[in-house]
RNA sequence: GAGGACGUAGGCAAAUCGGUGAAGCCGUCAGCCCUUCAAGUUGAAGAUUGCGGGUUCGAAUCCCGUCGUCCUCGCCA
């Protein structure tokens, strides 16, 4: 039997980093055994649910390369099968009708209620205390019949206790005597998600669940309802959470924008470090390496592997250059840096095209300068958002000065105001304009100034990239050409700023 | 409140089911590169493995307690 796997998320908002961090594993662990990995879209909370929210996780998971086999399932669809099943198991008399009133509770004040009541009723609360628990078949279909609303709840032994193996934290065991009749369906027919989940994962013939640790205690439930309708239940592996700085949970609403994969593919990360990333927070290959492709990860990648405590996702609110966590920046860096320069000029080109910087030429008569360009200054960026910002004034004469860059390497020197422009008409006579004659006419013009190297470059390099860092300016002189660079030490602009 | 899980440096984490001075990466700091730098390179600091007991010749690894954090307990998913 081929594994099967399946990332099953609800469309309530954008793809979550610790979603995208399941669906990975569960990618990751199809692609390793040779199984599939499914996609099934949770969408029976018709209130909370919205189209968007699911063109949003579909975007993140394309983003992240994620791809699905075979079609997804949208668990709405299937509600008549679930509604099927729980009759069939109220047919069996594994399940019974509750005519209890539906009470109307607060979706605010839920966890709050929990925590009451169970204060409250602590000690003298029996889980199987309903009273129409044990109505006779009669009475129940006689009620039924004269039109009373009913949920339908599963039926849970008195004794005995559930118990599985996971595949990350090992035996769960949990007294039957811990576990409310769970409603399977509610008065007003809708199947409820225990339920549904079950018996969509039957349907799709899942093998392993492989999903947060969030569901770890609530696997229970559904282990009954496997019993109850006579079917094996798959293995389940569940996955350490992803905690926010503090150890506090990472949530939509307290921390935003960080928390949704949207951000990082906008912010110019590559899709391939954002995953490496990814798939370090909470598994570990178990040696010395941090840099993989997703052929390396899909090979090395195992259950075993994956940690029991949860992980920390660190960042910093206040601290612009920390602002997401700084080993997935430092990774970003790494692969902008590193990666084959043709797998970055597609991201390189996207990213010019949507600064309007873009010039068909750099992929036709000034390729080879573009393509030199690029691997020079890729050096110091860490995403694809700096080719088009830090990296304007190679593509631009339209770019901004850096503040700081001006006030320490040009307006320290005031002499440079007139120097620049002197050393621009040196260049004139450069006629092989490339490093070692860049390097020979700084050189003589710094010596009869009377200055240092440095003061002349980098105030060269402020002038032609607005910035006070970046390549070795003989590199930047050469890039920009001997025209450009000419025009641009002349320029007086930055002088009257 | 009840159940449960987890706890190795600021963060990610390794340590063949007890055995040499507790890997590595990010971050931090410093030297070098003296043309910068958030790059590169070299190096440093940072951990009595949450804390307290116990078992043992020997414990991050086993046991007990304690504290902390998180998860679950809904006619939400």
Redesign the pocket.
Known sequence: MTPRVRFAP?P?GYLHIGSARTALFNYLYAKHVGGKFLLRI?D??IA?STDESTRSILEGLAWLGLNYDEEIVF?SNNADNHRAAAFGLLEEGKAYR?F???EN?A?IN??QN??DR??AA?GEKSMRDNPFRDLSKEESDAKAAAGEP??IRLKIAETGKTSFEDAV??L?E?DYA?I?DL?LL???G?P???LAVVCDDIEMEITDVIRG??????THKQILIYEALGIKSPRFAHLP?I?A?G???LSKRIHGEIVSMTTYRDAGFLAAAFRNFLA?????A?E?K?IYTLDELTEKFSLE?I??????F?FDANNP?RWT???AI?MNAEYV?TMPLDELLPFVKAELKSAKLWRDEYEDDDKNWFEKTIDLIR??F?TLKDFSA?GRAYFSEDFDFDETAINKNLKKFPELKTWLPELAERFESVEDFTHDAI?DAVGKFTEEKGT???VI??GA?ALLTGL???????AVFETLGKEKSILRLKSQIVWNM
């Open positions: 609800s309530t949770e029976t909370d909370r668990q509750d209890t009133p539906k509770r979706d839920i966890k929990i925590a169970a204060r602590q009913f949920a934290y090992g769960n949990r811990e409310e409603v509610r008065s007003d809708h409820l998600y225990n640790q969030d569901h770890l205690t609530n959470l905690l700085p150890g506090k949970k370090l927070l909470g598994w570990s178990g010395e941090e592997g940690h029991r405590n949860p992980a920390i660190n250059k966590d700084d080993k430092w840096r050096e110091r860490f830090q390097h240092k190297f440095g470059m980098n390099r006070a860092v970046g390549p070795s300016m003989l």
